[in-house]
């Protein structure tokens, strides 16, 4: 298995804090992703990242901020959490020199619920 | 707009069933298709499939893409309890973004 580590596993919180989750990982893997997962929605992608301090958004990217200052640490950031941010978060990653699998390892997820 | 529509949405059968689920898809810059399994936590994976035609399989589980029609689809057959969970479809894009578009998934479950 791959390790991924995500946490909190379990987060309640609520209107307006901030919440940091952190997904590390021990492979080095160079690619890593940060998906939701709501019902009705499937996974969405809020952000990535394809190395040290290089990230992108993904299609509901809104309220959201990343950092990865290392290889094996990618922060999801919720500068003012809202209840339309209670979902499912899952942390995954790709090898570099697999990546033209397309084959991602995620996480066990962390549930957040906004109040 | 990327997508990628998966049906059907949810479906329940009996245990011995042979159970076909789709997935077609219109994303830029088409690289492979991917079929994850999400049982209670994490997905994990099924196959990916990068040519029109070739089937993939394994055991009772199988899949196969067709790029000029654009779909997939995810066959069980003689379906057992434990293949309940939602069946994840997802494309993988090439260039740039490097990344998979996912659909909302088909829930499958299967009863004894």
């Given at each position: 298995?791959?390790?991924i580590?995500?946490?909190?596993?379990?987060k309640?919180t609520?209107?307006?804090?901030?919440?940091?989750?952190?997904?590390h990982?021990?492979?080095?893997h160079?690619?890593m992703?940060?998906?939701r997962?709501?019902?009705?929605?499937g996974?969405r992608?809020?952000h990535?990242?394809?190395?040290?301090?290089d990230?992108?958004?993904?299609?509901v990217s809104d309220?959201y901020?990343?950092?990865?200052?290392k290889t094996?640490?990618f922060?999801?950031t919720l500068?003012?959490?809202?209840?339309?941010?209670?979902?499912?978060?899952f942390?995954?990653?790709?090898e570099?020199?697999?990546?033209?699998?397309?084959?991602?390892?995620?996480?066990?997820?962390?549930?957040l619920?906004?109040? | 707009?990327d997508?990628?529509?998966?049906s059907?949405?949810?479906?329940?059968?009996?245990?011995?069933?042979t159970?076909t689920l789709?997935?077609?898809?219109e994303?830029?810059?088409?690289?492979?298709?991917?079929w994850?399994?999400?049982?209670?936590?994490?997905?994990?994976?099924?196959f990916?499939?990068?040519?029109?035609g070739?089937?993939?399989?394994?055991g009772?589980?199988?899949?196969i893409?067709?790029?000029k029609?654009?779909f997939s689809?995810l066959?069980i057959?003689?379906?057992?309890?434990?293949d309940?969970?939602?069946?994840l479809?997802?494309?993988f894009?090439q260039g740039?973004?490097?990344?998979?578009?996912f659909g909302?998934?088909?829930?499958?479950t299967?009863?004894p």
């Amino acid at each position: 298995d791959a390790g991924i580590t995500q946490s909190p596993r379990h987060k309640v919180t609520e209107t307006g804090t901030p919440v940091t989750l952190r997904c590390h990982q021990t492979e080095n893997h160079r690619y890593m992703y940060w998906y939701r997962q709501d019902p009705g929605h499937g996974l969405r992608l809020i952000h990535y990242s394809y190395g040290v301090k290089d990230t992108d958004k993904g299609e509901v990217s809104d309220g959201y901020s990343v950092s990865r200052s290392k290889t094996e640490d990618f922060l999801l950031t919720l500068e003012s959490a809202t209840s339309s941010q209670t979902s499912v978060y899952f942390c995954a990653i790709t090898e570099s020199q697999v990546v033209d699998t397309g084959e991602l390892f995620f996480g066990e997820g962390s549930r957040l619920t906004v109040l | 707009e990327d997508k990628v529509v998966q049906s059907p949405l949810s479906l329940v059968v009996h245990e011995g069933d042979t159970v076909t689920l789709n997935c077609s898809y219109e994303v830029t810059n088409f690289r492979s298709l991917l079929w994850y399994k999400q049982e209670k936590k994490a997905p994990t994976f099924l196959f990916m499939l990068t040519s029109s035609g070739i089937e993939k399989k394994s055991g009772r589980l199988s899949s196969i893409l067709d790029k000029k029609e654009l779909f997939s689809i995810l066959n069980i057959t003689a379906t057992q309890t434990g293949d309940s969970a939602i069946y994840l479809c997802a494309v993988f894009q090439q260039g740039g973004s490097e990344k998979l578009v996912f659909g909302k998934g088909t829930k499958l479950t299967v009863n004894p």
